[in-house]
């Protein structure tokens, strides 16, 4: 199929022929032009085949504006995994968490969509030296897809950005210029830089192609979720609930947005998500401004946090169009402090197993936040775009935490009786002990992973509640977890065996159930246990804290 793309002025509704260079609207001069595609065509073309195409982002060609294949520009972006969070899920009471797993492109962010289609189109659009004003993850995809592409790229970063991240993009043989002032003001010089030079700016969401790629994140997820919950239905599209995304300047939403309305108009899915864009406290126009109720965004100036890759000051026409989109099928914007960030990282590599930059823990707190709120509901499915993977990890993020010193030397030398072994044994010193007594595998692999993640403990476990008491006599712990409902001995029995019982009697107990407990159940509980939570309704940072209190 030959590509007949059509070109909409959102503003005007105006309508010209797809140019690759095409800037602003000839009717009415204003720079944001959606593509239009021969859908109808498209999702025949799909039914017969997309099944069987390559796991990259480039399955849906047809919904791309790039007109050549020989032109595209590939490191094997998209089709990144949609994997279900388990732990997390069963912490809080929500089965139907997933990350779109962003980490695994081939830069670590989601940024490798749209630098792979972006190059792809200057290589058509024979473009030799491109200018981008970048928080970071631009920088480095960018970089890396021009290397390949043979194009010379000037990367404009605010001062604020990580060395480290600057270092990348440098390493890539790009001209890296560190601007002292906020990115907004940045953004201006790269600006004045290119129309100076000559060289093409790329406008970030007033670029066709960089707009275009993120629909792909859409398309991925929608046949992806389709998959899990249909493995037998072959080809359906399942839109989520709720799609959560950290932003900056808003260009993810926008187009995951037109990917899940163009499944739509297919008629490929049957509903659109609501969206729950993220941002950072510091720095959050977007998000206060809709709390406001204000049709168009005040401005921050002058940014206040750490997480300078998601530090837009000035969203400009992005804010109206995310705010219309809110207002008309759900979702919402929230603010989250950079300490919620951190928080949420930490959460997610322990529990989850899953190290990301602060700049998607933006998302996972958000996350948190509206599901303490109840804004998103235990039963609804949820994707949060885990957009990019942790650099050297940042000292501010763990500090000194848990990385401990050994100096063998030190260990080894005479005057010193501690012998090497002694200084590896001193690495593991577990004094306190802790039965888990837990017959859901679930459950118990969730109360263990929370104790290895949080504190050092020697840990036992057994699945009834006859192997629980035998356990408990056996290995003395100081500690009991206790479901309620067990089988063989249920967990009020187990109890009421460790009160008669000298030697056991002042283990503490703390018991964690998935039982609403009835008045008489309270009673037998009551004044003999040292805390009760309740199954999916805690955070990992409450169970630890009740845990140090039973043990002091
Ligand atoms: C760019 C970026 C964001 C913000 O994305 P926008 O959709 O452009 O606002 C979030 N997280 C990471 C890791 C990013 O690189
Ligand atoms: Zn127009």
Not at 160 to 168: A, F, G, N, S
Not at 480 to 507: Q, R, T, W, Y
């Amino acid at each position: 199929m030959s590509k007949n793309i059509t070109l909409k002025c959102i503003y005007c509704d105006h309508q010209t022929p797809y140019r690759l260079k095409t800037g602003s609207c000839p009717h009415c001069a204003e720079d944001w032009l959606d593509p239009l595609y021969n859908l109808d065509e498209v999702q025949l073309i799909w039914q017969r085949g997309l099944k069987q195409r390559p796991q990259t982002m480039w399955r849906y060609w047809e919904l791309l504006p790039l007109l050549d294949k020989a032109n595209i520009v590939s490191m094997g972006e998209g089709c990144t995994p949609l994997l279900p969070l388990h732990n997390l899920g069963l912490m809080m009471g929500y089965p139907h968490l997933y990350i779109k797993d962003e980490r695994q492109g081939p830069t670590g962010s989601f940024k490798d969509r749209q630098a792979a289609l972006a190059v792809s189109v200057f290589k058509e659009s024979n473009i030799k030296e491109v200018v981008v004003a970048t928080t970071g993850n631009v920088g480095i995809s960018y970089s890396a897809y021009s290397a390949r592409a043979g194009i010379k790229l000037w990367a404009f970063l605010t001062s604020t950005v990580v060395q480290d991240k600057m270092r990348e993009a440098a390493l890539y043989g790009t001209e890296v210029i560190k601007v002292t002032a906020s990115y907004d003001k940045t953004k201006e010089v790269a600006q004045q830089f290119a129309e100076h030079k000559g060289f093409f700016l790329d406008k970030g969401v007033k670029n066709i192609a960089a707009k275009e790629s993120m629909k792909t994140v859409a398309l991925e997820i929608a046949e992806q979720l389709g998959c899990l919950l249909h493995p037998d239905g072959r080809g359906s599209f399942v839109a989520p609930d709720w799609y959560v995304q950290a932003i900056s300047g808003g260009l993810g939403p926008v187009g995951v947005w037109k990917g899940f309305s163009e499944l739509k108009q297919m008629g490929l899915i049957a509903k659109m998500p609501k969206l729950a864009l993220i941002q950072a406290e510091g720095c959050a126009p977007m998000a206060n401004s809709f709390k406001a109720n204000l049709p168009q965004a005040v401005n921050v100036a002058d940014p206040q946090t750490l997480i300078a890759t998601v530090a837009t000051g000035s969203p400009g026409a992005v804010y109206p169009y995310l705010r219309n989109i809110i207002l008309t099928y759900g979702g919402t914007m929230e603010a989250v402090a950079d300490s919620e960030s951190f928080r949420a990282m930490h959460v997610m590599a322990q529990m989850e197993g899953i190290s990301m930059e602060p700049a998607a823990g933006v998302a996972f707190a958000g996350l948190f936040k509206l599901i303490n709120r109840q804004v998103i509901r235990p039963e609804e499915t949820v994707v949060v775009n885990c957009s990019g993977h942790t650099f050297p990890v940042e000292k501010h993020l763990l500090g000194e935490r848990r990385i401990q010193a050994l100096r063998p030397e030190a260990a080894l030398s005479p005057d010193t009786s501690e012998g090497v072994l002694t200084a590896l044994d001193n690495l593991d010193e577990r004094v306190k002990s802790i039965a888990i007594i837990e017959d859901d595998p679930g459950a118990a692999r969730l109360l263990r992973r929370i104790l290895q993640a949080k504190g050092n403990y020697n840990l036992h476990e057994a699945s009834d509640g006859e192997a629980g008491l035998a356990l408990i006599k056996e290995t003395l712990p100081d500690l009991v977890l206790l479901d309620l409902m067990m089988p063989k001995l249920d967990g009020f029995s187990l109890l009421d065996m460790l009160k008669e019982d000298e030697a056991l009697k002042n283990i503490p107990v703390i018991v964690v159930t998935a039982k609403t407990l009835t008045p008489y159940d309270k009673n037998r509980l009551s004044g003999r246990i040292e805390a009760l939570l309740k199954k999916g309704a805690f955070m990992e940072d409450d169970l630890l804290e009740d845990i140090l209190d039973a043990l002091e």
